[in-house]
């Protein structure tokens, strides 16, 4: 079995479908992915099962969330695009940012974009807590998302400045999720964010996995987030 075959099979019992659009998008994201492990570390996951469920399965299942076909996306922490150049391949109406402060990780992720043929997707190069105090990206976003980049509390502070009010972080967990989301209590306060829905989920092979999608309530103070060092050494 292919990429395609594996996923489409991976996928049904969730009652999602992979139309042959983004399949063949999809089947140019593995063998990109493929041919610059070879020169760069971007993902440790590697075969051909892995790559369908672990990334390309897990990132759509977040659609079971919310409706992305339109509006504002960034991906924060994006390492090889996950999920944010899967959504904007399945979603060519939702205009994606993509945010990692690996300079090298993010040009491979801009050369495999274009080799899908995906064009609504743009890149920062920056670090998370610094983007989000720049007037061009701060408050600016209907969605944030983000897997596997920091603990929750730490989490929500790169990612909540993002968000517009009224918009939405999509944070993807693994099975600590419970206990990263009882630390994350008091962030959750000073940042204004609520968690207003959470989508538990097996995945093929038995990975548990959660996505808490947390609403921007309103705007929060300019203190945040706080420069590097002091976010991650005193997390909120
Ligand atoms: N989201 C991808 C995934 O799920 O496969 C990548 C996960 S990788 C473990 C974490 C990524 O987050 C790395 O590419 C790293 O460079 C990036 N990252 C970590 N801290 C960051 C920060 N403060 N600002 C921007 N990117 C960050």
């Given at each position: 079995?292919?990429?395609?075959?594996?996923?489409?099979?991976?996928?049904?019992?969730?009652?999602?479908?992979?139309?042959?659009?983004l399949?063949?998008?999809?089947?140019?994201?593995?063998?990109?992915?493929?041919?610059?492990?070879?020169?760069?570390?971007?993902?440790?996951?590697?075969?051909?099962?892995?790559?369908?469920v672990?990334?390309?399965?897990?990132?759509?299942l977040?659609?079971?969330?919310?409706?992305f076909?339109?509006?504002?996306l960034?991906?924060?922490?994006?390492g090889?695009?996950?999920?944010?150049?899967?959504l904007?391949a399945?979603?060519?109406?939702?205009?994606?940012?993509?945010l990692?402060?690996?300079?090298?990780?993010?040009?491979?992720?801009?050369?495999?974009?274009?080799?899908?043929?995906?064009?609504?997707?743009?890149?920062?190069h920056a670090?998370?807590?610094?983007?989000?105090r720049?007037?061009?990206?701060?408050?600016?976003f209907?969605?944030?998302?983000?897997?596997?980049?920091?603990a929750?509390?730490?989490?929500?502070?790169?990612?909540?400045?993002?968000?517009?009010t009224?918009?939405?972080f999509?944070?993807?967990?693994?099975?600590a999720?419970?206990?990263?989301l009882?630390?994350?209590?008091?962030?959750?306060?000073?940042?204004?964010?609520?968690?207003?829905?959470?989508?538990?989920?097996?995945l093929?092979g038995?990975?548990?996995?959660?996505?808490?999608?947390?609403?921007?309530?309103?705007?929060i103070?300019?203190?945040?987030?706080?420069p590097?060092?002091?976010l991650?050494?005193?997390?909120?």
């Amino acid at each position: 079995m292919g990429v395609t075959e594996i996923l489409r099979a991976a996928a049904a019992p969730y009652g999602l479908t992979v139309d042959d659009g983004l399949a063949a998008k999809l089947e140019i994201y593995a063998r990109e992915l493929a041919a610059w492990n070879e020169k760069l570390n971007l993902t440790a996951i590697r075969d051909e099962q892995g790559v369908a469920v672990k990334h390309f399965l897990d990132c759509l299942l977040v659609t079971q969330c919310a409706d992305f076909s339109s509006g504002t996306l960034i991906d924060v922490g994006t390492g090889a695009g996950f999920p944010g150049l899967v959504l904007a391949a399945a979603f060519p109406g939702l205009s994606v940012t993509l945010l990692d402060s690996t300079g090298k990780k993010l040009a491979a992720v801009e050369s495999i974009a274009k080799e899908m043929g995906v064009s609504n997707v743009a890149f920062i190069h920056a670090r998370a807590e610094e983007a989000g105090r720049l007037p061009a990206y701060r408050e600016r976003f209907d969605f944030v998302t983000a897997r596997a980049v920091a603990a929750l509390p730490v989490l929500l502070e790169y990612a909540l400045p993002f968000a517009r009010t009224g918009g939405a972080f999509f944070a993807m967990k693994g099975a600590a999720a419970g206990e990263e989301l009882t630390a994350a209590a008091n962030a959750l306060a000073v940042l204004h964010g609520e968690v207003v829905k959470e989508y538990d989920f097996t995945l093929p092979g038995g990975d548990e996995r959660t996505v808490f999608c947390i609403k921007k309530i309103s705007q929060i103070s300019p203190k945040y987030p706080r420069p590097s060092a002091q976010l991650t050494k005193k997390p909120l």
